[in-house]
């Protein structure tokens, strides 16, 4: 039987037991990830075989294009909607 290291996730070495789980890989493998990662780990549509894969598809994401600024319908009603420029007959601007 293979022995989990739980000294903390095995993507970002979170090391809060409490937020720990160990789960296995579609090789077989065991893993202890934190609950963020353990969550994504779930939703990956290929299962990572190894350790060494799964480090690699949930690393850190904010090093992939920030995609912020390119825009959508919902973020533009949204902001139209909660702008200040809508309030100017709202009793409460000043």
């Known amino acids: 039987m293979t022995q989990v290291n739980r000294s903390g996730c095995a993507v970002c070495g979170n090391a809060d037991a409490r937020a ?3 789960v296995i890989l579609e090789g077989g493998a065991r893993a202890t990830l934190c609950g ?3 969550l994504m780990h779930r939703r990956l ?4 075989q190894t350790v060494a894969e799964l ?3 949930l690393a ?4 992939r294009r920030d995609r912020r600024q390119d825009g959508d319908e919902l ?3 949204l902001t ?6 809508r309030r100017e007959g709202d009793r409460r601007h000043t």
Do not use: I, K, V
Not at 60 to 63: A, E, L, P, V
């Open 60 to 63: 850190n994401r904010r090093d």
């Open 36 to 38: 963020s990662h353990a």
């Open 45 to 48: 549509p290929t299962p990572a």
């Open 55 to 57: 480090r690699e598809l």
């Open 20 to 22: 720990l789980e160990d």
């Open 80 to 85: 139209a909607a909660f702008s200040g420029s």
């Open 75 to 77: 973020g533009a009603a």
